[in-house]
């Protein structure tokens, strides 16, 4: 079945810091990639996605590239602001398109980072 | 983006009680919801899939009777812990699709808490 696995936390870092939270996964299939965010009190929040090979999904100066060859769908920043301290998901999705609704998560990698 | 809601946000109940969580999409509507349950330190688990109208669709290992789900709109379904015992402490999660011309997107509550004594 679908797995995925992902970068044990906490994550702890100094601003303007370079973050990479790995994610690897197993899956049949070309499924669809995802990273939610989840602040404190708050729902988890789609951040990025990408639905195919070498896709790179990009949002608020994150970044993660589908590479089908690794399993992999590593999340990166160049400069982490406090403001990103949060919950960060990997999740895979269906393959096949439009209909990603279920959802096969990894543990989540808590991320603080100090001013 | 779309909002869904959860009510309560966090309730302590009694061994052997019963327990209903709400969720609530309120700007849209939500063909389809999804339960999740997250322990501490976890990932979210998949308990169950709600379709409006019609039986939810439980995860492999998910007891049925003991997590009811109804959707009896498109904008709230519920999920009631039957007769909850301290195992059952979790956060639990909802999500609604919403289906747009292009995409599909999951919308997330701020979840549940759940603590049985």
């Known amino acids: 079945g679908n797995s995925v696995t992902q970068m044990e936390g906490p994550v702890t870092l100094s601003e303007e810091a370079f973050l990479t939270i790995n994610c690897t996964y197993t899956a049949t299939g070309y499924p669809s990639l995802f990273w939610y965010v989840q602040y404190p009190g708050e729902g988890l929040q789609l951040l990025l996605k990408?639905?195919?090979?070498?896709d790179k999904g990009s949002n608020k100066g994150f970044e993660a590239t589908y590479r089908k060859e690794t399993t992999s769908f590593h999340l990166e920043k160049g400069s982490v602001q406090v403001s990103d301290s949060a919950v960060y998901f990997c999740?895979?999705?269906?393959?096949?398109?439009?209909?990603?609704?279920?959802?096969?998560f990894g543990q989540g990698t808590i991320l603080t980072v100090h001013p | 983006g779309a909002v869904v809601s959860q009510h309560p946000s966090w309730v302590i109940c009694k061994s052997g009680t019963s327990v209903k969580i709400e969720c609530r999409s309120l700007d849209f509507q939500a063909t389809t919801m999804f339960w999740y349950r997250q322990f501490p330190k976890q990932s979210l688990m998949l308990m169950a899939t709600s379709n409006e109208g019609s039986k939810a669709t439980y995860e492999q290992g998910v007891e049925k009777d003991k997590f009811l789900i109804n959707h009896a709109s498109l904008t709230l379904s519920t999920l009631t812990v039957t007769s909850a015992h301290p195992e059952d402490s979790s956060f639990y999660i909802c999500s609604g699709i919403w289906v747009g011309r292009r995409q599909e997107t999951q919308y997330f509550g701020p979840g549940t808490r759940l603590l049985v004594l």
């Open positions: 990408a639905t195919k090979a070498d």
């Open positions: 999740a895979l999705g269906n393959a096949g398109g439009t209909s990603y609704g279920k959802l096969t």
